[in-house]
């Protein structure tokens, strides 16, 4: 199989496998604590990682790797818990911010510039979240801020 048959595969089974572990999170979640089902589900994961590695996963600053962890595993309980509280549409709406977000975090922490089209893309962006969100058609609830 050529390379790049190989890859497009590969990510369309890893868009596969994210999309059902979503799901999966989601109906767990009607019956289960949200912490829980976070556990399980990144147990598995580590478990998966750990096999496929096979020891050779040594970070060369262990302290920034704890910190990344750390913050991963409060955005997958927060991911988690917007899951168990809204359609998972409306969950995707808010979780696909995240880039334009950065683009804004980025401009006033690091000082980087957003050029016009930047800005303008930053804006369509959030526009389009309105839309899917519909804000004045429902209350807003800690699953939309998660």
Do not use: C
């Not at 989601?26 to 089902?37: E, F, G, I």
């Not at 750990?50 to 309980?77: F, S």
Request: net charge positive; proline share 3%; aromatic share 8%.
């Amino acid at each position: 199989m050529r390379g790049d048959t190989r890859a497009i595969l590969l990510a369309a089974g890893a868009f596969a496998v994210f999309s059902l572990t979503d799901a999966l999170v989601k109906w767990l979640s009607r019956d289960l604590p949200v912490a829980q089902v976070g556990l399980m589900v990144t147990g598995i994961a580590l478990g998966l990682v750990l096999v496929a590695a096979r020891g050779g996963l040594r970070p060369r600053q262990p302290g920034l790797a704890l910190l990344r962890g750390a913050l991963l595993a409060a955005d997958t309980l927060l991911i988690f818990y917007a899951f168990s509280r809204l359609d998972l549409t409306e969950a995707y709406a808010l979780a696909f911010t995240a880039p334009l977000l950065v683009a804004l975090v980025s401009t006033v922490f690091l000082q980087e510039r957003l050029r016009q089209r930047g800005w303008l893309g930053v804006g369509l962006g959030f526009l389009g979240v309105l839309v899917v969100l519909q804000p004045q058609t429902q209350q807003l609830n800690a699953g939309h801020l998660a």
